[in-house]
């Protein structure tokens, strides 16, 4: 499967964003679904994560209650909703892809996720 991330852009402080994940290629449903962030200067950091089925997700502290991590298995798409943005959500974000079989318990770094689309970048302005 081939990932391509796109929605970002800038944006002020308290605003809403919605990135999309689309998929080509193999099977999407046979895959964890992940978002990553890395800011200038900063290691890439874990956001969410979805399960194949889109039952169940994972978020990091820092974005828990403002992101929402969804999926669409009949369009090969993912979603990350991300509301009442601030600026140290300012990054590059990357959705990424794994088995489940393999990624559920490393999920929180970049090094298990062996499917990796290009970025998109989010700026918020203060």
């Known amino acids: 499967v081939q990932l391509q991330a796109s929605g970002g852009g800038l944006v002020q402080a308290g605003d809403s964003l919605r990135l999309t994940c689309a998929a080509s290629g193999q099977s999407f449903s046979a895959y964890v679904l992940g978002w990553f962030r890395q800011a200038p200067g900063k290691e890439r950091e874990f956001v969410a994560a979805?399960?194949?089925?889109?039952?169940?997700?994972y978020y990091a502290d820092s974005v828990k209650g403002r992101f929402t991590v969804s999926r669409d298995n009949t369009k090969g798409a993912g979603y990350l909703q991300m509301n009442s943005l601030k600026p140290e959500d300012t990054a590059v974000y990357y959705c990424?892809?794994?088995?489940?079989?393999?990624?559920?318990?490393?999920?929180?770094?970049?090094?298990?996720?062996?499917?990796w689309g290009q970025g998109t970048l989010v700026t918020v302005s203060s």
């Open positions: 979805i399960r194949r089925s889109g039952g169940t997700a």
């Open positions: 990424t892809a794994a088995p489940q079989s393999t990624i559920l318990s490393t999920m929180w770094t970049a090094r298990g996720w062996n499917i």
